[in-house]
């Protein structure tokens, strides 16, 4: 018997494809997260990159 979609592939591995340039699909929103991890990067001693937590952030913020 065929499949309901009639294609006979499921609809879970069709969403695990990912677009070719996440940068031309970006919506603002994700836009503003990656500059905001950008902002949160840090390199540890051996010069690995890491990000601190938005609440290290706020409990961290430089006062003026």
């Not at 031309?24 to 010069?47: C, N």
């Amino acid at each position: 018997m065929p499949t309901r979609s009639g294609r006979g592939g499921s609809k879970k591995s069709a969403s695990r494809i990912m677009p070719e340039s996440p940068e031309k699909t970006a919506g603002p929103i994700q836009a503003k997260a990656a500059d905001d991890l950008k902002s949160r990067e840090y390199r540890d001693s051996a010069g690995n990159v890491h990000h601190h937590t938005r609440r290290y952030m706020e409990q961290h913020k430089e006062t003026r």
